[in-house]
């Protein structure tokens, strides 16, 4: 079956710096997602990609979809204490959606 | 709107209990979805739905069965509940048309199988 591999897996950044986690892909995918899950809670979409190139931002923000249709990355600036949590990727083909494993993010005051 | 809900919110079984997931949705989406989150792991998909009276199987479908009688309802059942089972389950809604396929989720449900 379809699969992602999320990296990193785990990240411990300083508030403030910058963050960057990425997803591979062996399928190509039409719409890439990234989510954010806190704990006890469900994912919630962050940015949603369509366009394979596309570069779209949402606040502090930024993920890409490859060229190739089969990696994207999400980049997060300045990072702050909230935005502790897992990210997850996502790509959907059809009528499937596929995640990746997740990168847990720890941001140290 | 309240989104995708998801009931109950936690759960525990004996093994070889049945119960039923309940999930419904007020956004009037044609696409729903199930999947499981083992600790440490990504959302596993289970079944899946693209309008009522249809549904397929996902990725670990075994265990489990659906049923989609109305477009706001994708109920989740385990027959014979088994220690592996054990997981916390979301239910997901999306309105897939151009482009826009952005999966809605519920707060999940945690089940414990003993």
């Known amino acids: 079956g379809q699969q992602l591999n999320q990296s990193p897996q785990s990240m411990f950044i300083q508030e403030g710096e910058d963050v960057s986690m990425n997803c591979t892909s062996s399928?190509?995918?039409?719409?890439w997602l990234w989510y954010k899950q806190d704990p006890g809670e469900g994912p919630v979409l962050l940015i949603a990609?369509?366009?394979?190139?596309e570069l779209t931002s949402n606040g502090r923000l930024t993920a890409q979809f490859g060229i190739t249709r089969k990696d994207s990355f999400l980049n997060i600036s300045a990072s702050i204490p909230s935005d502790v949590g897992i990210y997850f990727c996502?790509?959907?083909?059809?009528?499937?959606?596929?995640f990746g494993k997740g990168t847990k993010l720890t941001v140290n005051p | 709107n309240a989104g995708v809900t998801q009931t109950p919110k936690f759960r525990i079984l004996k093994i070889g209990q049945s119960m039923t997931l309940q999930c419904t949705q007020d956004?009037?989406?044609?696409?729903m979805y199930w999947y499981r989150q083992d600790p440490g792991m990504g959302l596993k998909l289970i079944y899946y739905?693209?309008?009522?009276?249809?549904?397929d199987k996902g990725e670990v479908p075994n265990g489990y069965n659906v049923s989609r009688s109305t477009t706001e309802d994708f109920p989740l059942r385990l027959e014979l509940a088994a220690p592996s089972q054990t997981s916390v389950y979301f239910c997901?809604?999306?309105?897939?048309?151009?482009?826009?396929?952005?999966?809605?989720f519920g707060q999940g449900t945690r089940l414990t199988v003993v």
């Open positions: 739905s693209v309008g009522a009276g249809i549904t």
């Open positions: 997901a809604s999306s309105r897939p048309g151009q482009g826009l396929t952005e999966a809605f």
């Open positions: 399928s190509i995918f039409n719409t």
């Open positions: 990609l369509y366009k394979a190139g």
């Open positions: 996502a790509g959907q083909l059809s009528e499937k959606l596929v």
């Open positions: 956004m009037n989406h044609n696409y």
